[in-house]
């Protein structure tokens, strides 16, 4: 098993950045596959992005592309997300996930098998 605690979240103007991290518990997180995801109050949880288990391939929703970059560091157990040029509508809580493997859509939320609480980014016009 694997547990996860995210941190980095807070509140930022337009075009500012953060920076999120996730925190991972157990000697085997670089077996794992890592994603973000986020959800908005009344809507659904969606995906942002995702990173193999060397960091060497990723993966994004295009409406983080070119803003936002996900990476790794296996020796600190540690997933990060940049954000950068943010916007009102990429308010949401941020959660990081765990699955097994690569395959299969990436995007699906059930296939991660491990979650963390969230943290709550808020981006004000």
């Known amino acids: 098993q694997v547990q996860l605690v995210e941190s980095g979240g807070g509140l930022v103007q337009a075009g500012g950045s953060l920076r999120l991290s996730c925190a991972a518990s157990?000697?085997?997180?670089?077996?794992?596959?890592m994603g973000w995801f986020r959800q908005a109050p009344g809507k659904e949880r969606d995906f942002v992005a995702a990173?193999?288990?060397?960091?060497?391939?990723?993966y994004y929703d295009d409406s983080v592309k070119g803003r936002f970059t996900i990476s790794r560091d296996n020796a600190k157990n540690t997933v990060y997300l940049e954000m950068n040029s943010l916007k009102p509508e990429d308010t949401a809580v941020y959660y990081c996930a765990a699955r097994n493997n690569w395959y299969g859509s990436l995007r699906t939320g059930n296939a991660y098998a491990y979650w963390g609480q969230g943290t709550q980014v808020t981006v004000s016009s």
């Open positions: 990173i193999d288990w060397s960091g060497n391939t990723t």
């Open positions: 157990g000697r085997t997180f670089s077996s794992y596959v």
